[in-house]
């Protein structure tokens, strides 16, 4: 087998390259397909979130009231005692 000539060499890398250019193609649309339907998921879980948020809030707002942390519980007045 006689070696290559340079336009032939030249000739078999341009279609390898033509070759992986379309595999490129290929993964990249994949991937653009895979990174959409990743975006509308991540919305939907954002969303999701956002509504058990509010429903917490609402039943936290429910809740009887709790004396502020700042606020001095009041102590009970001493029982006088029995002995003399």
């Keep these: 087998m006689q070696p290559l000539s340079p336009t032939e060499q030249i000739a078999e890398r341009v279609e390898r390259l033509l070759v992986r250019y379309e595999e490129l ?49 009041p102590t009970p007045s001493p029982k006088p005692d029995d002995t003399p």
């Design 25 to 73: 193609q290929r993964t990249n649309a994949l991937l653009s397909s895979q990174v959409q339907a990743l975006t509308t998921e991540r919305d939907s879980f954002k969303s999701r979130l956002s509504a058990a948020r509010a429903r917490i809030d609402a039943l936290l707002d429910r809740l009887p009231g709790q004396p502020d942390s700042d606020a001095v519980a």
